[in-house]
């Protein structure tokens, strides 16, 4: 899935750089982690442990645990972080 941001008549946070997975991504102050890495294209967010099927946001409110990643090696929610410029992100794998 390519990249998708709203760039006209929207305003939005500074931009910040995070890295997830060890590559720079480019996001905004004020969005969450899982809307950063959504608009940068990056819909699966880990694996299922028991199956090994991809996973990403699903409900995006912090219910339903499937957008799971290690943010500055921390096991968060990425529908529940705020991103930070210079935040490591974590996405490969099972967690």
Known sequence: ???VRIAKGIERGRPVTI???GQPVAAH???TL???LAAAGRTVLRHSPRAGTA???FCLM???QE???RVDGRLRQACRVGVADGQVVECRGSL
């Open 1 to 3: 899935m390519p990249a």
């Open 19 to 21: 890295v997830v997975d």
């Open 29 to 31: 102050e004020g969005e």
């Open 34 to 36: 899982a809307a950063a």
């Open 55 to 57: 996973r990403g946001a």
């Open 62 to 64: 912090g219910v339903c």
């Open 67 to 69: 957008c799971l990643v």
